[in-house]
């Protein structure tokens, strides 16, 4: 997946941009093709900041326990000599890290917990913030923490990508779209599968094969659909059925307008480099579903915030807590289907050994409606990309996401 595209500001003005995502944009951007390296870092009582020479491609964090220890994995980083740093990090290493990435390794003088993180400069700074834990906190955050960071830059490859120059137009977001159809029987629950990525939109591309995330995601996704379709237990309702840009907010949008129980967004994911396979389900981080709830207890119009539910004369107090009590239990319902996927599909899709992830991914942000993203595999892994674009892969992976959901939906009816 690269939803470094989807994050450009699309809402209120056009941008002419140019075809494809890789050398050709990488370039002018002026984010240039080679590895990085680590220029400087800084470690105070609030951030870690780790200054590049150059735009890497995305970051992830961890939090390692005895001793205690924060572990940040780069792509597009080359190991080097790790500068000398001071303060609540008293010692830094560069060692290789999974997935072909450089893991930066920071020993810590006192717990603190990553609370979140963001790239600036283009992808040539990352900042973390912290905050301090006591010994129990870091121990339970160090078993659930996983945090993944994606720079604004397009980012990185290092080989030039078999696509044609085209020109584009960003359109903005659409205020009324037509609702996709919804196939079914009325009386069940409704999922709404959205296909990654689309039109001018390409996604991640395979630099050896030319295959496009936003055909490989739109054909997962309708046999994601007729794979429902047939176990008749839910209605089916896709975001895009042919090849059509969607600004995000319009995608989850659109599932909320019908009302979905279940959203699924399905992407690929890729690296400019290594070997770095499987599946891997990501749900909102609590972070950014705090930020949310704060920006949504601010809106003007709150009619539309809690799906049935009027906010505009409720006190803000009052609107912030349903808020924030409804994305809560919205969250907790992603991760146990998050976990579900990963339990129902792991005998027929390659996942990640650490398969569930968090971030801060705009497509998640619906504060009363269960999300997930489904990074299917690697595009630009030969071995992953052959599978997504088989019908035996499209079908496995189909099965894998039918198995969770009749799960997820019998326990709901069973809670009730």
Known sequence: ?????????????????????????????????????????TVDARAITIRFDDAVSAASCALLPRPDRIAVDV???????????????SEMSETAGPDGTTRLVFQLARPQEVTDGQFERGGRTLVLSLRPVDQAGFAAAAATSHLDFFPFSFGNHPHPLPRARAVATIPAVATSIKLPRVQ????RPLVVIDAGHGGFDPGAISAETGLREKDVTLKIAQAIRDELLRSGRVRVALTRDDDRYLVLRERFGIARRLHADLFISIHCDSVGAGEASGASVYTLSEIASDKEAARLALRENKADVISGVNLDDAPADVSSILIDLTQRETMNSSAEFAKLLGREGHDLVPMKPNFHRMASLMVLKAP????????TGYISNPRDAAFLDSDEGRERIAQSIRRAVEVHFARRIAMK
Request: cysteine-free; proline content about 6%; hydrophobic content about 55%.
């Open 75 to 89: 792509s597009g980083l080359d190991a080097g000599a790790a500068p000398a740093v001071a303060g609540l990090a």
């Open 368 to 375: 009363d409606m269960p999300s997930i993203l489904f990074e």
């Open 1 to 41: 997946m690269d939803l470094r595209w989807t994050r450009i500001g699309v809402a209120r003005h056009a941008l002419r941009v140019v075809v494809p995502i890789g050398l050709m944009l990488a370039a002018s951007l002026g984010v240039p093709a080679g590895a990085a390296t680590v220029t400087g870092v």
């Open 184 to 187: 079914g029987d009325e009386s």
